[in-house]
């Protein structure tokens, strides 16, 4: 299993300003993804973070509100950009491998004020 | 592409009764199927998966699964539920080739009653 860590555990912004989410994971992983939790919902996949070149985003996500990046296959950064309180919401790291099933960090509580 | 179902947005259930929690998915390849538990204000535990072979899929807590190919399901099932049962559960799926995206559906919130 992975270990994977987030920081930060929680924020609270101020709308128009950007938040950066850190994921570090204590082995070389293949896949890194980026979820988001909004406030009694499910887990919506923002994006695949891929090593060495662009993330591959979901239907309903782009690159200049959520942009990513994945220098090395341990560690990956989120950011929300230009904040409303619409994104307020849980920010969740996932890896994954060939025959396992994802691994979580335990999230970024994001409210924006 | 992959999607989940989840039949049922709540469930009530008093302690110490049956109950199942039902998920069908719908993917044109062969899936890994998986459910997740999550306590309030906690992160995603997993509760079991289905790989590959056999079909009645034990997890933690006393959870089993049983996949079901030909009617794409892969329904949660617990003997008798406890108070600390009460959660969110996700069930969710990916293919098990090409991708390791997982997908999941809308979830399921077991409320236990004494």
């Known amino acids: 299993s992975a270990v994977i860590s987030q920081k930060p555990s929680r924020d609270i912004c101020q709308r128009g300003t950007s938040l950066t989410i850190q994921c570090q994971v204590d082995s070389q992983v293949t896949m890194m993804f980026w979820y988001r939790q909004q406030p009694g919902q499910s887990l919506t996949l923002i994006a695949t973070?891929?090593?060495?070149?662009?993330?591959?985003?979901e239907s309903g996500f782009v690159i200049d509100k959520f942009p990513i990046s994945r220098p090395n296959l341990t560690f990956s950064t989120l950011t929300v950009s230009n904040m409303s309180p619409e994104d307020s919401s849980i920010y969740l790291c996932s890896v994954a491998d060939s025959n396992t099933e994802a691994f979580f960090g335990q999230g970024t509580r994001l409210t924006v004020v | 592409a992959q999607s989940v179902t989840q039949l049922d947005s709540q469930v009530p259930v008093f302690e110490e009764a049956p109950v199942e929690l039902r998920c069908n998915y719908s993917?044109?390849?062969?899936?890994?199927l998986f459910w997740y538990v999550q306590y309030p204000n906690q992160g995603l535990q997993l509760l079991l998966k289905y790989l590959s072979g056999s079909t009645l899929v034990k997890g933690i807590n006393g959870f089993e699964a049983e996949f079901n190919k030909s009617q794409t399901s892969f329904h949660l099932r617990k003997p008798s539920v406890h108070i600390s049962d009460t959660a969110e559960y996700f069930c969710?799926?990916?293919?098990?080739?090409?991708?390791?995206?997982?997908?999941f559906g809308a979830g399921t919130r077991l409320f236990v009653k004494a």
């Open positions: 993917s044109s390849v062969s899936v890994y």
């Open positions: 969710a799926v990916r293919r098990n080739t090409g991708g390791f995206k997982t997908i």
């Open positions: 973070a891929n090593q060495g070149s662009e993330a591959t985003y």
